[in-house]
């Protein structure tokens, strides 16, 4: 079975490798900064991906599906979009192999078979989505026009990390054009509170919403909006954006529509996504040095049940019993997972589902027959109890709801107790070090200073919160005069 | 609103075409042989897939995800599975663009950011499977391994057509390993099971089970199974195929396992698909010269509901109504649509639907408040009439029940009145001239002969029929004797 995992103390970043591979969630592929997504970690973005196609579709998003390459031509239309993307992204410049004369049993590139133009394997969408609105907008009856992606991208990143920066990730990308400037913005709002809610009903994780600086904006963007959730570690992890992209690829790609005054307009534009990525801030608020913790909401197996036995006949038994029990819970939703393997001993199967992070276990034998007992063990809290067969359904509902508010408040308040307010330098670069989290500080506005300070301390502005009040104030690093305290942090 | 779709007396063809795009379903994009599918063609392929993906899991399998990319040294490394596909792949040789020194404005490929090795983007994924496969399989206690993937893959086709054929295609793949010859086998054939039972239960169509020739078997299998279809211009569709593997890819890749015996033995494979072709399939089998036909288990709305009104007040009386009615459907599980868009005219909203194929359409107006009445017209049949509203969702229950197998029986007849069965070479010809469909015809079992009947013919086998009783004959080309006879058409 699994080795022990390194502890976080010791090394966190360790831990995190070692907890992804064990748990069977993911692992790195042949390919360059690609991962293989494992049937375990993919079942858990399975349940992610239905919640939120869910929520889409709740507030009239539509799915659609757009070509994984850009021709280069299009792909250049915007050009901050194209400054952006283009130093990390994967180019076809050919169609066909053929046999390499040179080395028999090899293939080659056929230089005979170049493209007239290269392709771009899509970093992102806005390119090829925007040339195809073109075609489908002409009036404002046209709009909005709100369609979703579920798509793979590449982005040729240097230096990846299984689930939190890898060269193909798997995300849903929204695109969405509008009539007006108020409505695309009301888009753009509206979609980052759809991934607040899905990250704290559904993930456990509390977050925070907020606009970007103009320094770590979607590239082409006029506005980005993000949620900024905490780790463990005390480094800051974006897990959403929501993107307003003004009218720049409307007048990049030339779509206009014709208003009810019969006037001829550019349309409005939002984009939003959410990855893979999703994962790693799931493993990492969560899980302890035994493994991942999952919250209820997302767990591929809410219960596991682990039956002790010795002989046949006990395992028979035991199995009548389960059999009514797992008709109950999936009776009331709940998924639930027998683990009657007889290939592995139940201190095998406690470990491994300890590893993997399934909510409750239940483990029932012999005597627990006799007793009409079973023995149940939280994984949030690795506590037991040995409590009656009678009313245990009821006891497992209210304990999923307990469960996955537990999580939420116990990473609310590790959160809540890592936002320091800071008024100077000094005490922003002691607190940044000694005890990490968001620190929350003046600052003059400009993309200078937020350079310098990074530079100095590593630390980046991750948003500027939306319900921050405002608070006059002098900016940390130059005194100069500020409105309102932003959110810095050190950042996966 | 759409114009008039050319009729398939006309041009089969070109109705295929203007269907798919007038229908909304599809449209070609900037990209040579990539289509982009559109929400109503996508919201199909959703209810496809989620069919698709409850019987996978119901039959032990699980999702995963796997790289884009295949490196070029995996990707040659099952010799036959290379050949087949090195010839129409798409190449990833560079990771950067850069600025044109030469053209202001516009991005080149960066010299300087070539791969060491290049990158293949997948046109199946057996290659990087199977590598990442040596790592997960060292056990019998880890087979069988039952996995699938939901995917786009590229194949650089030279003459595409929307669905049918296109450079970039969504689809699924399995990847299964198992510790017997005997076991691989049954999971082929259980897997094209799988997908007889999808075309004929949810897509309405009759479908012939069978084996491919060698020539016409996946590239790297031993054996093709395949489900085979008749279009109503009387040629044949593959609509899915699994494959037995043998040991090729586990040789290929080193994959072996200690039995229980504990002996050092490779694994055996099979791999089945289908793709979005399907949707082309969908199409061709049911639609007619006003539009798209959808069987009711594949619908998005299974239910149009159009109001007819002059006034506000009137909408509102018949709004009162339909809103009961609704209630009513959705607790049966009806999917159902009100379309009260006040943009459009009845006339123009029953031309959109009758286009896209919705099942039924509810026309209700001030008369038949009045009269307790609603309009029901059948999509399959073109037929209308003026029923009750008392008991309407129990009529439109067995409605829903009656053109579901309406279309599949009436597809069933027209399948097997184009089954003909040949014993010479000029009727063989004379046949397929003239009526097309499946030609059941003696084949002498050789590659060449099969080989001059395509040239001669265009025909192809399309397979031999699992169900085909043994009928000894002579070859319907050599002369040769023969021990059954297989099935021959002109394919998509």
């Known amino acids: ?126 390119a090829i989505i925007w040339n195809t609105y073109k075609g489908w907008i002409q009036s404002y009856r046209d709009l909005p026009l709100l369609i979703n992606q579920w798509a793979n991208v590449v982005r040729w990143e240097m230096r990846t990390r299984l689930f939190l920066r890898t060269a193909e990730f798997l995300w849903q990308e929204g ?23 899905f990250a704290e009903k559904f993930m456990a994780i509390p977050v925070i919403q907020g606009l970007k600086t103009e320094s770590e904006r979607f590239a082409g963007a006029d506005e980005t909006y993000c949620i900024e959730a905490l780790m463990q570690d005390g480094k800051a992890l974006q897990a959403g954006t929501s993107h307003f992209l003004g009218q720049n690829f409307a007048k990049a790609f030339d779509v206009k529509f014709t208003s009810k005054e019969g006037k001829q307009e550019h349309v409005w534009a939002t984009s939003w996504g959410v990855s893979t990525r999703l994962m790693g801030a799931l493993i990492m608020t969560h899980s302890d040095d035994k493994g991942l913790v999952l919250p209820p909401n997302l767990a591929p197996n809410q219960v596991v049940i682990v039956p002790i036995y010795k002989t046949d006949e006990q395992l028979d038994a035991i199995t009548e019993v389960v059999n009514g029990i797992i008709k109950d819970l999936r009776s009331k939703n709940i998924s639930v997972k027998f683990d009657n393997r007889d290939t592995y001993r139940p201190g095998a199967k406690f470990a491994q589902h300890e590893l993997q992070g399934v909510p409750l276990r239940i483990a029932i034998g012999s005597r627990d ?9 939280r994984r949030d809290t690795l506590t037991k109890e040995v409590v009656p067969l009678d009313g245990l359904v009821d006891k497992v509902e209210g304990l999923m709801t307990r469960i996955q508010e537990a999580l939420f408040n ?83």
């Not at 250049?76 to 410049?93: D, I, Q, S």
């Open 369 to 377: 027959l006799e007793n009409g007992t079973v023995e149940l063990a």
């Open 1 to 126: 079975m699994s080795k022990k995992l390194t502890s976080r103390a010791e090394n966190y970043s360790k831990w995190y490798n070692e907890l992804v591979v064990e748990a069977d969630l993911a692992e790195n592929s042949a390919v360059r900064g690609c991962m293989v997504i494992k049937p375990y970690g993919f079942a858990i973005w399975e349940k992610m991906q239905a919640e939120l196609d869910r929520m889409f579709k709740e507030t009239g998003h539509q799915n659609a599906y757009f070509p994984l390459f850009v021709p280069k031509s299009l792909f250049e239309a915007e050009e901050k979009n194209a400054e952006g993307f283009a130093k990390e992204c994967a180019v076809v410049t050919h169609y066909r192999l053929q046999n390499d004369p040179d080395k028999p049993g090899k293939l080659r590139v056929d230089p005979n078979a170049k493209l007239e133009e290269e392709l771009v394997v899509r970093p992102t969408s806005e």
């Open 410 to 492: 116990k990473a609310l308040d590790y959160r809540d107790n890592h936002i320091t307010e800071v008024d100077s330098f000094e005490e922003f670069k002691k607190v940044l070090e000694e005890k990490g989290g968001f620190i929350s500080a003046h600052w003059d506005g400009t993309t200078e200073t937020e350079d310098k300070i990074k530079e100095i301390t590593k630390a980046t502005i991750r948003c500027m919160p939306l319900e921050g009040k405002l608070e006059k104030g002098v900016c940390v690093y130059t005194g100069a005069t500020s409105e309102r305290r932003v959110l810095f942090a050190k950042a996966y």
């Open 175 to 197: 695109h969405t054009a509008h009539a007006t400037k108020k409505e695309a913005i009301a888009e753009a709002e509206l979609m980052n509170n759809v991934y607040a809610t």
